[in-house]
């Protein structure tokens, strides 16, 4: 399939031609939630804690006799079955990480660019360059309409681009290694360098 191209001033800059495999697949969306499940559990930092009732601070001492009170049997104040007892099988810390198959990670990547695609919200840029200065970039995406984007470039950032782009909000960059499902789905508008092409399709050929 054929795209224009673009540059961040407005004016075209020729076509470029994007991989049907890539970008002309039909959008699974069981495979993307497995992709953004698989990716969202492994960011989750899993240190919740509760105290067992070995770890709360009351007297281990047996709080009355064992007969003859008419009252129920107990032993300390840390049974669970008291207040500001220990928890009885409480959460512990522990990994929410699981397994995803290299080759369903990089087939979740491939459909998540072809939603975009699908979905018209796929720009190619000529190149992601500036000289560092907010106020000229934000001019430049409000003029082009791009309210929640994700900028892909190549291997690396143009670090001017990147000085520029982090004030303003509602946009992310990322270099073409740190594509990922989660994040091309996030934004409302996915914007692609022709550096950023290239290095995706040998990525995920």
Do not use: C
């Not at 934000?138 to 929640?148: I, P, S, T």
């Not at 004030?167 to 499902?181: F, K, Q, R, T, Y």
């Amino acid at each position: 399939m054929k795209l224009d191209v673009i540059n961040l001033d407005g004016g075209k800059a020729g076509s470029v031609e994007l991989s049907e495999d890539l970008f002309g697949l039909e959008p699974r969306t069981d495979i993307l939630h497995r992709v953004v499940r698989w990716q969202r559990n492994n960011a989750q930092a899993g240190t919740h804690k509760v105290k067992t009732r070995s770890e709360t601070s009351y007297s281990t001492k047996k709080i009355y006799r064992q007969k003859g009170t008419g009252g129920a049997r107990h032993g300390d104040r840390n049974a669970p079955i008291f207040r500001k007892g220990g928890i009885y099988k409480g959460p512990t810390p522990r990994s929410h990480g699981h397994e995803l198959t290299k080759k369903f990670r990089k087939l979740g990547l491939k459909h998540a660019l072809s939603a975009k695609a699908k979905a018209g919200e796929l720009v190619v840029i000529e190149n992601a360059d500036a000289e560092g200065k907010t106020s000229a970039l934000a001019k430049q995406v409000k003029n082009l309409g791009w309210k929640r984007a994700l900028i892909i470039d190549g291997a690396t950032v143009n670090e001017g681009f990147a000085q520029a782009a982090r004030n303003i909000e509602g946009l992310d960059i990322l270099p073409s290694m740190g594509a990922n499902v989660y994040d091309i789905l996030k934004r409302d508008t996915l914007v692609l360098t022709k550096a950023a092409v290239e290095a995706l399709e040998a990525r995920l050929k």
